[in-house]
Each structure stands twice: as structure tokens, then as C-alpha cells.
């Protein structure tokens, strides 16, 4: 079975810097999916990223890019230019692509803390 | 843009009684999954459907199920709870098994 471990339980960053939130994951398949999602006080789970296992490419999505190691299976969220809304526990999955609508394996989680 | 719709969005029961969640999909997505969130824990998969067919399992409980109508909408049902049921249940919605799984905002269990 996959497991996601994020070994940060909370980072802390100055408004307006930079910081990366950790993730790595075990599986035995070579075709899957992984994701950050964003969850504020307001519990609402939002996508902030997404990496296809077969792209070299690192995805980026304006201030939010990953550094994506295959061989490593590690998987980092870098948040450029920090803002005070970025501020919510951040959660890594995975999902096998080889299947059918397989749910998300998540993370325990990293809270993020934005000091203004 | 519409978004997943999750009713209700608060529920009250006791001990031993049961429970609907119900989750309304974006429009046109045909996978609905289902996810339980208990008090500072990540989400975990419970069961998913793709057309109206159950499609994964993940760890949801012998007192638990779920289906998908024709209109792709889908019901959880929940019996016995206990009060280790307490917790925010998550539906997901997706066009498709492998595109992006948009979240609803969330039914708040409470078991008493």
C-alpha cells in the first residue's frame, strides 16, 4: 500500500519569503498522480498543484512550484513571496493512475504559519 | 463557476441513530468520492463511484454505505454511529477517474 509522509508538522515564514513544505511517498507503481492541496480555517480543501508521475517538468502554478524527485520520492512545495492568506495546513497525496476513481492518500499534514 | 454542494452542512444525532450526507457533484463530473476528516487528521478515502458504479474502497465501515443515482448525485448512509463518527465528511467530485477531485465544503458530524 502507498504512504505519504510529511515530516513537518508546522513551518513558520516572514511574509513575503520564501519556504518549502516537505513530502515523500512509497509505492510500487511507476504511473500516479500527486497533489497538494490547501486547507484554511475554514476547512475547505483546496487543489493548489498537481504532478503527473510521467513529466520531468516540475509543475508551477504562479506562486506555487514543486521540486518533483522520482527516483527519491519526494515531492516539495516551494511558496514564493508568502502572503498572509497562504496561511492553512497544506497536505500531500497521491493517487495511482492505473486504476479506476482511486481515492487520495494524504499526508498528516504541515501547518503553515505566515508572520506578518 | 458551480461547486460541489454537500447537505447538510451540520448534523446533530445520537447514539445508535443513522445519517444521510448527501453530496451533489459539479455539473457534467460523473465521480463522486467520499472522505472522512476527524479532528486534526488528514482525510481518508471511504469510496468512490465512476457512472453511477462503485469503483474503489478505501476504509470505510461495515455500518457505512454509499450509492450514486442517475443524476450522478450520491448518498451516504450511516448507521449505528458512534461517537467516534464525529467528523467533517468530505465529498469530491471529478469529470472522469483521473482528472483533478474538486472537494465540497464539508458535512460537520456530531455524534452525542
Known amino acids: 500500500a502507498q504512504t505519504v509522509t510529511q515530516s513537518q508538522p508546522e513551518m513558520s515564514v516572514q511574509e513575503a519569503e520564501t519556504v518549502t513544505l516537505s513530502c515523500t511517498y512509497d509505492?510500487?507503481?511507476?504511473?500516479?498522480?500527486l497533489f497538494w492541496y490547501k486547507q484554511p480555517p475554514s476547512r475547505q480543501m483546496i487543489l493548489v498543484i498537481r504532478q503527473e508521475a510521467y513529466k520531468q517538468q516540475n509543475a508551477t502554478e504562479n506562486r506555487f512550484s514543486v521540486n518533483f524527485q522520482k527516483a527519491a520520492k519526494s515531492f516539495s512545495l516551494k511558496i514564493s513571496d508568502s502572503q498572509l492568506g497562504d496561511a492553512a495546513m497544506y497536505f500531500c497525496?497521491?493517487?495511482?493512475?492505473?486504476?479506476?476513481?482511486?481515492?487520495?492518500?494524504f499526508g498528516k499534514g504541515t501547518h503553515l504559519i505566515i508572520q506578518p | 463557476a458551480a461547486g460541489v454542494i454537500q447537505s447538510p452542512r451540520h448534523l446533530i444525532k445520537e447514539k445508535r441513530e443513522t445519517a444521510t450526507l448527501k453530496c451533489y457533484p459539479i455539473p457534467r463530473h460523473d465521480t463522486v468520492y467520499w472522505y472522512q476528516q476527524g479532528p486534526g487528521q488528514d482525510p481518508q478515502f471511504l469510496i468512490s463511484f465512476y457512472e453511477k458504479m462503485q469503483s474503489d474502497k478505501g476504509s470505510i465501515p461495515d455500518r457505512f454505505s454509499a450509492q450514486q443515482f442517475s443524476d450522478y448525485h450520491s448518498e451516504l448512509n450511516m448507521s449505528s454511529l458512534e461517537l467516534g463518527d464525529s467528523a467533517l465528511y468530505f465529498c469530491?467530485?471529478?469529470?472522469?477517474?483521473?482528472?483533478?477531485?474538486?472537494f465540497g465544503p464539508g458535512t460537520r458530524l456530531t455524534v452525542l
Open positions: 509505492t510500487s507503481e511507476s504511473d500516479y498522480y
Open positions: 497525496a497521491y493517487k495511482y493512475s492505473g486504476g479506476g476513481a482511486d481515492g487520495l492518500t
Open positions: 469530491a467530485s471529478s469529470f472522469g477517474s483521473h482528472n483533478e477531485q474538486f
